[in-house]
Protein backbone atom coordinates (compact mmCIF):
# COMPACT_ATOMS: atom_id res chain seq x y z
CA UNK A 1 0.00 0.00 0.00
CA UNK A 2 1.50 3.91 -1.22
CA UNK A 3 1.25 6.38 1.51
CA UNK A 4 0.49 10.16 1.25
CA UNK A 5 4.14 10.58 1.25
CA UNK A 6 4.00 9.90 -2.46
CA UNK A 7 0.91 12.16 -3.21
CA UNK A 8 2.88 13.90 -5.85
CA UNK A 9 3.87 10.72 -7.72
CA UNK A 10 0.57 8.84 -7.17
CA UNK A 11 -1.93 12.27 -9.26
CA UNK A 12 0.61 11.78 -11.99
CA UNK A 13 0.08 8.43 -12.26
CA UNK A 14 -3.32 8.53 -11.75
CA UNK A 15 -3.37 11.33 -14.64
CA UNK A 16 -1.89 9.13 -16.79
CA UNK A 17 -3.64 6.17 -15.96
CA UNK A 18 -6.86 8.01 -16.53
CA UNK A 19 -6.35 9.94 -20.24
CA UNK A 20 -7.04 6.81 -22.15
CA UNK A 21 -10.61 6.35 -20.49
CA UNK A 22 -11.00 10.02 -20.95
CA UNK A 23 -11.47 8.70 -25.05
CA UNK A 24 -14.44 6.78 -24.20
CA UNK A 25 -16.36 8.93 -23.20
CA UNK A 26 -18.04 12.27 -24.04
CA UNK A 27 -18.81 15.89 -23.34
CA UNK A 28 -22.09 16.44 -22.23
CA UNK A 29 -23.94 18.82 -24.67
CA UNK A 30 -27.62 19.55 -23.67
CA UNK A 31 -26.34 22.34 -22.07
CA UNK A 32 -24.99 23.98 -24.92
CA UNK A 33 -21.67 25.88 -23.41
CA UNK A 34 -20.94 23.00 -21.91
CA UNK A 35 -20.07 20.84 -25.56
CA UNK A 36 -17.54 23.24 -26.08
CA UNK A 37 -15.02 21.62 -23.35
CA UNK A 38 -12.16 19.69 -24.45
CA UNK A 39 -13.05 15.77 -23.84
CA UNK A 40 -9.32 15.13 -23.57
CA UNK A 41 -8.69 17.15 -20.08
CA UNK A 42 -7.84 15.43 -17.12
CA UNK A 43 -6.76 16.92 -13.90
CA UNK A 44 -7.28 15.67 -10.41
CA UNK A 45 -6.15 17.52 -6.81
CA UNK A 46 -6.14 16.82 -3.43
CA UNK A 47 -6.15 18.59 -0.13
CA UNK A 48 -5.41 16.83 2.54
CA UNK A 49 -6.50 17.17 6.76
CA UNK A 50 -3.23 17.97 7.82
CA UNK A 51 -2.97 20.84 5.19
CA UNK A 52 -1.05 18.91 2.46
CA UNK A 53 -1.81 20.01 -1.33
CA UNK A 54 -1.17 18.21 -4.51
CA UNK A 55 -2.26 18.51 -8.19
CA UNK A 56 -1.86 17.45 -11.45
CA UNK A 57 -2.84 17.42 -15.17
CA UNK A 58 -5.20 19.96 -16.29
CA UNK A 59 -5.96 20.52 -12.36
CA UNK A 60 -5.93 24.53 -13.28
CA UNK A 61 -8.40 24.70 -16.03
CA UNK A 62 -11.91 25.91 -14.27
CA UNK A 63 -15.20 24.10 -14.51
CA UNK A 64 -18.66 24.78 -13.83
CA UNK A 65 -20.02 22.88 -10.19
CA UNK A 66 -23.25 21.80 -12.52
CA UNK A 67 -24.24 18.58 -9.66
CA UNK A 68 -21.39 19.27 -7.38
CA UNK A 69 -23.43 22.33 -6.19
CA UNK A 70 -26.37 20.23 -5.28
CA UNK A 71 -23.90 19.15 -2.10
CA UNK A 72 -23.33 22.63 -1.07
CA UNK A 73 -27.04 23.88 -1.78
CA UNK A 74 -27.97 21.33 0.62
CA UNK A 75 -25.05 22.47 3.10
CA UNK A 76 -26.04 26.13 2.75
CA UNK A 77 -29.91 25.21 4.48
CA UNK A 78 -28.65 22.72 6.56
CA UNK A 79 -26.71 25.83 7.94
CA UNK A 80 -30.22 27.35 8.76
CA UNK A 81 -32.40 24.41 8.75
CA UNK A 82 -30.64 21.88 10.27
CA UNK A 83 -32.09 18.35 8.93
CA UNK A 84 -35.16 20.38 8.75
CA UNK A 85 -33.19 20.79 5.15
CA UNK A 86 -34.61 16.89 4.12
CA UNK A 87 -38.10 17.64 5.04
CA UNK A 88 -40.44 15.82 2.32
CA UNK A 89 -37.65 14.02 0.86
CA UNK A 90 -37.31 10.39 1.65
CA UNK A 91 -33.42 9.81 1.06
CA UNK A 92 -33.25 6.66 -0.65
CA UNK A 93 -31.19 6.05 -3.93
CA UNK A 94 -33.57 7.13 -6.88
CA UNK A 95 -32.01 4.03 -9.46
CA UNK A 96 -32.81 6.69 -12.13
CA UNK A 97 -30.74 9.24 -14.24
CA UNK A 98 -30.18 12.42 -12.33
CA UNK A 99 -33.04 14.16 -14.56
CA UNK A 100 -35.82 11.49 -14.30
CA UNK A 101 -39.34 12.65 -13.97
CA UNK A 102 -40.52 9.11 -13.48
CA UNK A 103 -41.02 8.73 -9.23
CA UNK A 104 -42.33 12.19 -9.01
CA UNK A 105 -45.40 11.07 -10.69
CA UNK A 106 -45.13 7.51 -8.51
CA UNK A 107 -44.30 9.78 -5.55
CA UNK A 108 -46.61 12.39 -5.56
CA UNK A 109 -44.23 15.06 -6.72
CA UNK A 110 -41.36 14.22 -3.62
CA UNK A 111 -37.92 13.84 -4.73
CA UNK A 112 -36.06 11.06 -3.70
CA UNK A 113 -33.26 12.81 -1.99
CA UNK A 114 -31.64 16.10 -2.58
CA UNK A 115 -29.24 15.13 -5.05
CA UNK A 116 -31.33 14.33 -8.26
CA UNK A 117 -32.14 17.41 -10.27
CA UNK A 118 -35.74 17.53 -8.46
CA UNK A 119 -34.41 17.22 -5.06
CA UNK A 120 -31.70 19.99 -5.87
CA UNK A 121 -34.63 22.65 -7.48
CA UNK A 122 -36.35 22.13 -4.08
CA UNK A 123 -33.32 22.26 -1.91
CA UNK A 124 -32.32 25.75 -3.90
CA UNK A 125 -35.70 26.78 -3.83
CA UNK A 126 -35.96 26.63 0.46
CA UNK A 127 -32.95 28.60 0.62
CA UNK A 128 -33.01 32.07 2.80
CA UNK A 129 -33.61 34.65 0.49
CA UNK A 130 -35.97 36.26 -2.06
CA UNK A 131 -35.13 36.55 -5.56
CA UNK A 132 -32.87 33.75 -7.07
CA UNK A 133 -29.52 35.77 -7.35
CA UNK A 134 -30.02 36.07 -3.50
CA UNK A 135 -30.88 31.96 -3.10
CA UNK A 136 -27.90 31.17 -4.91
CA UNK A 137 -25.42 33.96 -2.97
CA UNK A 138 -25.97 31.52 0.13
CA UNK A 139 -24.24 28.77 -2.04
CA UNK A 140 -21.30 30.79 -3.75
CA UNK A 141 -20.80 32.66 -0.31
CA UNK A 142 -20.54 29.62 1.58
CA UNK A 143 -18.06 28.37 -0.84
CA UNK A 144 -16.20 31.97 -0.94
CA UNK A 145 -15.86 31.83 2.68
CA UNK A 146 -13.85 28.90 2.78
CA UNK A 147 -11.56 29.71 0.10
CA UNK A 148 -11.15 33.13 0.94
CA UNK A 149 -11.97 34.19 -2.40
CA UNK A 150 -14.78 35.14 -4.82
CA UNK A 151 -16.30 32.18 -6.47
CA UNK A 152 -18.51 33.57 -8.90
CA UNK A 153 -20.81 32.47 -11.44
CA UNK A 154 -20.03 31.78 -15.20
CA UNK A 155 -22.58 33.98 -16.90
CA UNK A 156 -22.17 31.92 -19.93
CA UNK A 157 -23.11 28.63 -18.57
CA UNK A 158 -25.78 30.26 -16.69
CA UNK A 159 -27.98 31.74 -19.53
CA UNK A 160 -27.14 28.52 -21.83
CA UNK A 161 -28.91 26.41 -19.31
CA UNK A 162 -31.56 28.71 -18.66
CA UNK A 163 -31.75 29.00 -22.61
CA UNK A 164 -32.08 25.02 -22.63
CA UNK A 165 -33.83 23.84 -18.85
CA UNK A 166 -37.25 22.85 -20.27
CA UNK A 167 -36.74 19.08 -18.34
CA UNK A 168 -35.71 20.91 -15.05
CA UNK A 169 -38.15 23.51 -15.61
CA UNK A 170 -40.90 20.13 -16.05
CA UNK A 171 -39.28 18.66 -12.73
CA UNK A 172 -40.31 22.15 -11.03
CA UNK A 173 -43.69 22.36 -12.12
CA UNK A 174 -44.34 18.56 -11.25
CA UNK A 175 -43.31 19.77 -7.83
CA UNK A 176 -45.23 23.09 -8.25
CA UNK A 177 -48.22 21.36 -8.92
CA UNK A 178 -48.24 18.98 -5.25
CA UNK A 179 -47.56 22.29 -3.60
CA UNK A 180 -44.25 21.42 -3.08
CA UNK A 181 -42.95 25.13 -4.18
CA UNK A 182 -44.29 28.12 -4.73
CA UNK A 183 -42.52 29.43 -8.07
CA UNK A 184 -41.01 26.98 -10.29
CA UNK A 185 -39.31 29.54 -12.82
CA UNK A 186 -37.71 31.50 -9.85
CA UNK A 187 -36.83 27.55 -8.33
CA UNK A 188 -35.19 26.61 -11.49
CA UNK A 189 -33.04 29.92 -12.12
CA UNK A 190 -31.62 30.09 -8.38
CA UNK A 191 -30.39 26.24 -9.26
CA UNK A 192 -29.07 27.66 -12.98
CA UNK A 193 -26.90 30.33 -11.13
CA UNK A 194 -25.80 27.64 -8.25
CA UNK A 195 -24.79 24.80 -10.86
CA UNK A 196 -22.69 27.86 -13.01
CA UNK A 197 -20.46 28.35 -10.01
CA UNK A 198 -16.39 28.38 -11.81
CA UNK A 199 -14.07 26.94 -9.67
CA UNK A 200 -10.95 24.46 -10.81
CA UNK A 201 -9.94 21.18 -9.30
CA UNK A 202 -7.51 22.61 -6.19
CA UNK A 203 -10.51 24.95 -4.80
CA UNK A 204 -12.83 22.32 -4.97
CA UNK A 205 -10.71 19.67 -3.13
CA UNK A 206 -10.42 22.80 -0.56
CA UNK A 207 -13.55 23.67 -0.07
CA UNK A 208 -14.99 19.78 0.05
CA UNK A 209 -12.46 19.35 3.14
CA UNK A 210 -14.90 20.34 5.60
CA UNK A 211 -16.86 17.31 4.81
CA UNK A 212 -13.76 14.88 6.02
CA UNK A 213 -13.67 16.75 9.06
CA UNK A 214 -17.39 16.56 10.62
CA UNK A 215 -18.70 19.93 9.09
CA UNK A 216 -15.33 22.37 10.68
CA UNK A 217 -13.32 23.08 7.56
CA UNK A 218 -9.71 21.73 9.88
CA UNK A 219 -7.42 24.41 8.45
CA UNK A 220 -9.99 26.96 9.70
CA UNK A 221 -11.51 25.53 12.39
CA UNK A 222 -14.43 27.11 10.87
CA UNK A 223 -17.30 25.44 11.69
CA UNK A 224 -19.39 24.96 8.42
CA UNK A 225 -21.91 22.33 9.70
CA UNK A 226 -22.89 20.49 12.72
CA UNK A 227 -21.68 17.02 13.09
CA UNK A 228 -24.65 15.47 12.36
CA UNK A 229 -25.72 17.67 9.04
CA UNK A 230 -22.18 16.36 7.50
CA UNK A 231 -22.84 12.90 8.43
CA UNK A 232 -26.02 13.18 6.53
CA UNK A 233 -24.38 14.95 3.22
CA UNK A 234 -21.60 12.22 3.37
CA UNK A 235 -24.49 9.25 3.77
CA UNK A 236 -26.24 10.40 1.22
CA UNK A 237 -23.11 10.82 -1.43
CA UNK A 238 -22.50 7.90 -0.76
CA UNK A 239 -26.00 6.14 -1.31
CA UNK A 240 -26.97 8.92 -4.27
CA UNK A 241 -24.05 10.92 -5.37
CA UNK A 242 -23.46 8.78 -8.95
CA UNK A 243 -27.35 8.46 -9.82
CA UNK A 244 -28.04 5.74 -10.78
CA UNK A 245 -23.88 4.27 -11.32
CA UNK A 246 -23.84 4.88 -7.08
CA UNK A 247 -23.48 0.90 -6.84
CA UNK A 248 -20.89 0.67 -9.18
CA UNK A 249 -18.89 3.34 -7.49
CA UNK A 250 -19.45 1.83 -4.29
CA UNK A 251 -17.56 -1.35 -5.98
CA UNK A 252 -15.00 0.39 -7.24
CA UNK A 253 -14.40 3.06 -5.41
CA UNK A 254 -15.91 2.69 -2.02
CA UNK A 255 -16.06 6.23 -1.04
CA UNK A 256 -18.96 9.70 -0.67
CA UNK A 257 -18.87 11.48 -4.22
CA UNK A 258 -20.76 13.69 -6.13
CA UNK A 259 -20.25 13.69 -9.75
CA UNK A 260 -21.26 16.51 -12.59
CA UNK A 261 -21.88 17.00 -15.80
CA UNK A 262 -19.40 19.21 -16.31
CA UNK A 263 -16.99 16.42 -15.20
CA UNK A 264 -16.40 17.09 -12.11
CA UNK A 265 -16.23 14.81 -9.32
CA UNK A 266 -15.68 15.69 -5.61
CA UNK A 267 -15.09 12.50 -3.34
CA UNK A 268 -14.47 12.74 0.36
CA UNK A 269 -12.33 10.68 2.57
CA UNK A 270 -13.64 10.70 6.41
CA UNK A 271 -10.86 11.64 8.64
CA UNK A 272 -8.22 11.77 5.83
CA UNK A 273 -8.92 14.27 2.55
CA UNK A 274 -11.10 15.41 0.02
CA UNK A 275 -10.13 14.62 -3.94
CA UNK A 276 -11.77 16.67 -6.63
CA UNK A 277 -11.26 15.36 -10.19
CA UNK A 278 -11.91 16.79 -13.45
CA UNK A 279 -12.49 15.51 -17.13
CA UNK A 280 -15.52 16.09 -19.07
CA UNK A 281 -15.80 13.15 -21.01
CA UNK A 282 -18.64 11.31 -19.77
CA UNK A 283 -19.99 7.77 -19.81
CA UNK A 284 -23.85 6.82 -20.40
CA UNK A 285 -25.05 7.28 -16.79
CA UNK A 286 -23.32 11.01 -16.92
CA UNK A 287 -20.25 10.54 -14.69
CA UNK A 288 -16.76 11.52 -15.74
CA UNK A 289 -14.90 8.49 -17.14
CA UNK A 290 -11.36 9.75 -16.22
CA UNK A 291 -12.70 10.95 -12.86
CA UNK A 292 -13.93 7.80 -12.11
CA UNK A 293 -10.60 5.88 -13.23
CA UNK A 294 -8.82 8.61 -11.01
CA UNK A 295 -10.64 7.66 -8.34
CA UNK A 296 -10.45 3.62 -8.50
CA UNK A 297 -6.66 4.58 -9.00
CA UNK A 298 -6.38 6.41 -5.48
CA UNK A 299 -8.69 4.21 -3.48
CA UNK A 300 -6.70 1.47 -4.83
CA UNK A 301 -3.08 2.59 -4.45
CA UNK A 302 -4.11 3.82 -1.33
CA UNK A 303 -6.49 1.87 0.36
CA UNK A 304 -9.45 4.16 0.73
CA UNK A 305 -12.32 2.51 0.50
CA UNK A 306 -15.04 2.62 3.54
CA UNK A 307 -15.96 -0.64 3.26
CA UNK A 308 -12.16 -1.68 3.75
O1 LIG B 1 -29.55 20.33 -14.04
C1 LIG B 1 -28.74 19.92 -14.85
O2 LIG B 1 -29.06 19.15 -15.74
C2 LIG B 1 -27.31 20.39 -14.70
N1 LIG B 1 -27.26 21.76 -14.31
C3 LIG B 1 -26.58 19.57 -13.68
C4 LIG B 1 -26.73 18.08 -13.90
C5 LIG B 1 -25.56 17.30 -13.45
O3 LIG B 1 -24.46 17.79 -13.27
C6 LIG B 1 -25.77 15.83 -13.34
N2 LIG B 1 -24.52 15.14 -13.06
N3 LIG B 1 -24.02 14.17 -13.44
Not at 51 to 68: I, Y
Not at 218 to 225: D, G, N, W, Y
Request: proline share 6%.
Amino acid sequence: MRTVDDLQALLDEACRWARESARTGKVADYIPELAKADPALVGIAVHTMDGRVAASGDSETPFTLQSVSKVFALAALMKVAGMKALAGMPCEPSGDAFHSIVRLEEERGHPRNPLINAGAILVSSRLPGISPEEKAANVSGLLSDILGADVQVDDRVYRSESATGYRNRALANYMRHFGLLDDPRAACDAYFRQCALRMDAPALARVGLFLANGGTDPLSQHAVLPPACARAVLALMTTCGLYDQVGEFALSVGLPAKSAVSGAILAVVPGRMSIATYGPALGLKGNSVAGMAMLEFMAGELGLSLFG
